[in-house]
């Protein structure tokens, strides 16, 4: 797990998607996705941070992203 700084902002998310609904983060026309986080506010994802996470049975689990204070992606993983 990713070390947080008091200056990071964290983000949990509950997904829950099929396949199906998973191909539309393979096309080159859609980098990135919006999320509604579990505190409410939308966050844009990039698609390739979700990828790595897609099965043939799409994408279950809860998730964390850290951002640092410049607004780049520290991490992206799932919870256990």
């Known amino acids: 797990m990713t070390s947080i700084s008091p200056t990071d902002a964290v983000f949990y998310f509950s997904i829950n998607a099929p396949y199906k609904q998973?191909?539309?983060l393979y096309a080159p026309?859609?980098?990135d996705v919006v999320m509604v986080s579990e505190s409410?506010?939308?966050v844009q994802v990039p698609t390739n941070r979700l990828r790595q996470f897609v099965t043939s049975q799409g994408i279950?689990?809860?998730?964390r992203m850290v951002i640092?204070?410049?607004?780049k992606i520290k991490s992206f993983e799932r919870l256990a």
């Open 22 to 24: 998973c191909e539309v």
């Open 29 to 31: 026309t859609m980098p």
């Open 40 to 42: 409410g506010l939308s």
């Open 60 to 63: 279950k689990g809860r998730f």
């Open 68 to 71: 640092d204070i410049n607004k």
